[in-house]
């Protein structure tokens, strides 16, 4: 089985910044579609980015882009999300996900297998 481990989450003022990482009990994580989902208190869980292969393929949310950037670490092993420009409504559990194979670009959670326990990140207006 693939683990993940999401830390950096946290409290931030409105128009601040985060940055999330994954750890993936994997040595090379490029094989994988990986991806960071979010879900607010009594809202659903929907998908804010994925990435295959580096950065040679990503998808964002349209809710996130130009705010976020998703992205793997150079240890090849760890999954990143870069959070800029943070607002209230940014403020969920952020899980990290992982699937075997190509990503079908179409953000839903039913791809993946592999889910990390979560991160808090809460913002302030």
């Known amino acids: 089985q693939v683990q993940l481990v999401e830390s950096g989450g946290g409290s931030v003022q409105a128009g601040g910044s985060l940055r999330l990482s994954c750890a993936a009990s994997?040595?090379?994580?490029?094989?994988?579609?990986m991806a960071w989902f979010r879900q607010a208190p009594g809202k659903e869980r929907e998908g804010v980015a994925e990435?295959?292969?580096?950065?040679?393929?990503?998808y964002y949310a349209d809710s996130v882009k130009g705010r976020f950037t998703i992205s793997q670490d150079n240890d090849k092993n760890t999954l990143i999300l870069q959070m800029n420009n943070l607002s209230a409504g940014d403020t969920a559990i952020y899980y990290c996900?992982?699937?075997?194979?190509?990503?079908?670009?179409?953000?839903?959670?039913?791809?993946?297998?592999?889910w990390g326990q979560g991160t808090q990140v809460t913002v302030s207006a």
């Open positions: 990435v295959f292969g580096n950065i040679v393929s990503t």
């Open positions: 994997e040595y090379d994580i490029r094989a994988y579609c």
């Open positions: 996900a992982a699937a075997r194979g190509r990503c079908y670009w179409d953000l839903r959670a039913t791809h993946f297998t592999y």
